[in-house]
């Protein structure tokens, strides 16, 4: 995503159980793709993530 412009922020959810209980992340990796609304989509398991980040595009 790094490579793509993509804006993200790695969360280590042992060190964050509020944030994880909130959005009900329970395995790695887990995606948390937040709009300009502030709606979160989450994108769970490795292979849905690999195939989901193409689609990624950058909000200005």
């Known amino acids: 995503m790094q ?3 993509v ?3 790695k969360i280590f959810a042992e060190e964050n159980p ?3 209980r909130r959005y ?3 395995q790695a990796p887990t995606l948390l ?3 300009a609304d ?3 989509d989450v994108v769970r398991g ?3 993530v690999f195939r989901e980040i ?3 595009k950058v909000l200005a």
């Open 3 to 5: 490579n793509a412009g």
């Open 7 to 9: 804006p993200f922020e």
């Open 18 to 20: 509020e944030l994880a």
């Open 24 to 26: 009900s992340i329970m």
């Open 33 to 35: 793709k937040v709009g």
């Open 38 to 40: 502030g709606k979160a």
């Open 46 to 48: 490795a292979a849905a």
């Open 54 to 56: 193409p689609s990624l």
